[in-house]
């Protein structure tokens, strides 16, 4: 009863600790909070974490060539996830499937969190995506674990074609962390033990 009791309070424990943060653009809001709402934290909440759309939006680059960067977490025993990078367009997105990156996979030497930063210094926008001058959207980016669970966090943004009201991309706001490793996702066909997947490759 003892050791069922503790295996609970250290799931319960490594779940608490799940979190990503956006330090570029600006982050919609901290929802790194454990309360009696979200007892196992707000950014299990899709799609944003749990906070709503932001006054405070970020310029972004009308071509869509823009910057992303984030301070992943995981679990304790995570320290491999899958990284997931949306797009969802107006004031209050209901749709978050258009995919700004393809999904990418983060390995860290250790368990622990905040081991430091990914930067993504050219982020296009989906494929058919044209924004106008003033028009409104949300970045979305989802850290999935090993176990299926996932986090959600968003960045509110404001498109513009003056360069002059975006904020520079700095060292200090976007740079990659060299204890971090970034792979892209190869999913194989293999028609003898996975019958009828088809192959794709990022």
Not at 19 to 43: E, S
Not at 127 to 148: F, T
Request: glycine letters at 10%.
């Amino acid at each position: 009863m003892h050791s069922f009791i503790l295996g609970a309070l250290a799931i319960l424990n490594g779940l608490a600790q799940g979190h990503i943060v956006i330090t570029y653009p600006a982050w919609r809001g901290n929802n790194l909070i454990v309360n009696g709402d979200f007892p196992f934290g707000m950014q299990w909440s899709y799609p944003c974490g749990g906070i709503s759309p932001t006054q405070n939006r970020t310029a972004w680059p009308l071509d869509g060539s823009g910057a992303v960067a984030f301070q992943p977490g995981w679990f304790r025993g995570h320290a491999s996830n899958l990284v997931y990078i949306n797009l969802g367009l107006g004031e209050q997105p209901s749709n978050y499937s258009m995919i700004m990156v393809p999904v990418f996979q983060i390995n860290a030497p250790t368990e622990n969190p905040y081991p430091g930063t990914v930067c993504l210094t050219q982020v296009s926008l989906p494929k058919g995506v044209k924004p106008k001058k003033g028009d409104l959207a949300s970045i979305q980016i989802v850290q999935a674990q090993r176990h299926g669970a996932a986090l959600y966090s968003c960045a509110d943004i404001i498109f513009t074609d003056d360069l002059t009201k975006v904020p520079p991309v700095t060292g200090a706001n976007c740079f990659n962390s060299t204890d971090i490793d970034v792979h892209n996702i190869n999913i194989v066909k293999d028609s003898e033990t996975v019958p009828g997947v088809e192959q794709y490759s990022y």
